[in-house]
């Protein structure tokens, strides 16, 4: 199949640009022995896991159906896990399936790391170091935040027993989203000032995800040392899970113009068959403006438009974008770096139909699935 023969909205995964992505972590894995994870949560497209497999060690989960992923479709790589808490329902399972279990409270600990480390899994503890570098407009997602759910702090270590202490294989923290290494090393300062005393008795410490490592200005020399001052330091093997930086501007989503409004004495909008509400749910939540090909800020180029959704969400806006030309009904606009956190966040939501997803390969474009009303039905 052709770019022209696509039917809109849908997804594409660029396996190039994928694959060029993976050998840049694998070559920090390379230089550091360091041990680096698919994060599943920010991108699960199973088809391509033989792919991430020949150049990661496994990957990531939030939960039985993540890990259960991993297991089906990365067998004999590491699968850890890890939820801000268990259902005691599933633990069985996930006894059976995963090889790192992180726990978020000593309370799980206690309850669960007797049986974990009985089964011959490793056992884990996230930390919350209690060190924000998120900025101010992204306070959703810092889990360092006053109150935060996620990590056992300094002093609910502290207040451990030994024994259960002694449960531990490995500590974990997970600070950043979308951040470049200096705020992994302000993180990992804060973190060893705290805990350094109990990193002897550890095997590996997990750096979390969060880490843009493919994107063109990120700092790899600086996340090397940060690895190598664990490992050497105090003899620990790191793990790193990032998500985004997997498939970080290997993915697209096209989309094309339904109908084009004119208003008197406002911006023209452009309506599309694609939704930011259903289809890349970040840019409303986040907010940010996604990266649209061959387009401009508004007023850079010489036609500006508000670009919106076809669902009864007034809010359902993408952006406003300026063109070099007048958009016109059954144009094709490209969205850009559409792989991550929109096929695993998608809804359908007054009945929009979930985008199909394909595999660009070269020029070739190859179906890996589609959908149909029994999908939108079988939801409900």
């Not at 297991?71 to 790192?100: Q, T, W, Y």
């Not at 480390?117 to 998120?134: A, C, D, H, M």
């Not at 694609?274 to 409303?284: E, K």
Request: glycine share 8%.
């Amino acid at each position: 199949m052709t770019a022209e023969q696509l039917h809109t909205p849908c997804y594409v995964i660029d396996r190039d640009r994928l694959e060029a992505n993976l050998k840049v972590l694998r070559g920090v894995m390379e230089r550091t022995g360091c041990r680096i994870l698919l994060a599943q949560k920010a991108f699960s497209c199973y088809a391509v896991y033989p792919l991430i497999s020949q150049y990661l060690c496994g990957a990531t989960a939030s939960g039985l159906f993540e890990a259960r992923l991993c297991h089906e479709e990365m067998p004999g790589r590491e699968n850890h896990v890890f939820s801000p808490a268990f259902r005691e329902e599933d633990f069985p399972e996930i006894l059976k399936i995963c090889d790192h279990i992180v726990f978020n409270s000593v309370r799980q600990l206690e309850k669960l790391g007797p049986l974990t480390r009985e089964s011959g899994l490793q056992v884990g503890l996230r930390i919350n170091p209690q060190v924000s570098t998120q900025p101010t407009e992204h306070a959703i997602y810092d889990p360092c935040a006053p109150g935060s759910r996620l990590g056992v702090t300094l002093e609910e270590f502290r207040n451990a027993s030994a024994d259960t202490i002694a449960l531990l294989d490995g500590l974990h923290f997970h600070t950043l989203c979308e951040q470049n290494s200096d705020d992994l090393e302000t993180t990992l300062n804060g973190f060893e000032e705290q805990f350094s005393e109990w990193l002897p008795q550890m095997k590996w410490i997990n750096f979390g995800g969060g880490h843009h490592i493919t994107r063109s200005d990120y700092d790899i020399p600086r996340l090397e040392r940060c690895i190598e001052r664990m490992s050497r330091g105090y003899g620990l093997t790191v793990y790193l899970e990032p998500g985004e930086a997997i498939a970080l501007n290997s993915g697209y989503l096209h989309t094309k113009v339904l109908e084009v409004q004119h208003h008197a004495g406002a911006m023209d909008i452009a309506i599309l068959d694609t939704s930011a509400a259903c289809h890349m749910p970040d840019v409303l939540e986040m907010p940010y403006r996604p990266p649209l090909r061959d387009s401009g800020q508004p007023g850079e180029k010489a036609y500006t438009y508000r670009l919106g959704g076809p669902t009864c969400l007034s809010g359902d806006i993408i952006g406003e974008y300026s063109f070099d030309a007048p958009l016109i009904e059954g144009q094709t606009l490209i969205f850009e770096d559409m792989a991550i956190y929109s096929m695993v966040k998608n809804n359908t939501f007054n009945g929009m139909p979930l985008p199909a997803i394909y595999l660009k390969q070269g020029s070739d474009y190859i179906l890996l699935k589609s959908f149909s009303y029994e999908d939108f039905k079988s939801r409900l």
